[in-house]
């Protein structure tokens, strides 16, 4: 089969469409034959060889862990799929003419192919977040980086919570997120300021999806540390802050779709991009500046 694929660590320039042996659904998987993937910060980071001792990478590796196509093999003990079904997958070697994945969901009919997979690891991550405050209907919560992947996804789950958002972004952005539910304020200086103005009841929780140093603010407007999660900031400024980094809220895949099908869920595509270009997607993730997902179209 075909798959983007890189042979050493280093600058996108090591991203190559290679032929490799075909992986094969083993007892729990499917195997998808993949339409679409999507393009995360961590596959260039994982490339880049910055993440070797989470992520080892046995050579030639395949990036991606989003992918969306139809059920191509079904293994043994897997119910609720059949060979044909359109379906979105998380798991990893996302990049290729086919991947195996252990965790996965029926995708809409009427969803895009585009949408389909960008949605695993926003939806996945923002859940585990959400879950980790364990926050309850009529409380509120502040995303920072909110009009992000990640952060617009865990607007769209709080907000179907019954929760009181308030999000942060440029103000280009704030029309944006008042369309999916959030109470938009800027990022920055006087964060804590602007969102006791916005909240005077109290904040209850906090998600910083920025990694842009936000964390002693977010402290402070919760008044209780380990009411704040970060996906992004691993400098322990708060050293009590919750870090996140290991997928584990699998069931966000098919909430989401849910979601998707009563018209309350949705995510931003910057740009889709050949398989062949990928690198030219990674070099857009890299920069930080992409306005929405990044896809790859990855079928012939």
Excluded: C
């Excluded at 602007?194 to 002693?216: F, K, N, Q, T, Y």
């Excluded at 699998?250 to 998707?260: D, N, W």
């Amino acid at each position: 089969m075909f798959a983007l694929t890189f042979a050493e660590y280093g600058p996108s320039s090591v991203l190559a469409v290679a032929e490799v042996p075909e992986p094969h659904a083993g007892p729990g998987q499917i195997r998808i034959k993949v339409r679409t993937a999507a393009v995360n910060p961590i596959d260039w980071k994982i490339r880049a060889g910055y993440l070797q001792e989470l992520f080892p990478v046995e050579f030639p590796g395949i990036p991606g862990f989003d992918s969306a196509g139809i059920v191509d093999e079904v293994g043994e003990g897997v119910t609720g799929v059949k060979v044909g079904d359109e379906v979105i997958g998380y798991g990893p070697t996302a990049q290729a003419e086919y991947t195996v994945v252990d965790h996965f969901t029926l995708k809409p009919a009427s969803m895009s192919w585009e949408l389909a997979a960008a949605l695993p690891t926003a939806a996945e991550t923002a859940v585990r977040a959400l879950e980790l405050l364990g926050l309850a209907e009529g409380q509120t919560v502040v995303i920072d980086g909110a009009a992000g992947s990640v952060g617009s996804a865990a607007v769209q789950f709080a907000v179907a919570k019954g929760l009181n958002v308030i999000g942060t972004a440029s103000e280009g952005n704030h029309d944006y997120l008042r369309s999916i539910g959030a109470q938009p304020t800027v990022y920055g200086e006087g964060l804590a300021e602007r969102v006791a103005a916005l909240a005077p009841e109290g904040v209850h929780g906090a998600i910083d999806a920025a990694g842009a140093g936000s964390l002693p603010e977010l402290a402070a407007v919760t008044g209780e540390p380990k009411q704040v999660v970060t996906i992004a900031d691993f400098s322990g400024s708060v050293p009590e802050a919750r870090v996140t980094t290991h997928s584990s809220a699998f069931h966000a895949l098919a909430e989401a779709t849910a979601l998707f099908e009563s018209g309350k869920f949705d995510l931003r595509i910057d740009s889709v991009h050949e398989l062949a270009d990928a690198a030219k997607a990674q070099d857009a993730s890299q920069t930080g500046h992409a306005a929405g997902k990044l896809v790859l179209n990855v079928a012939n």
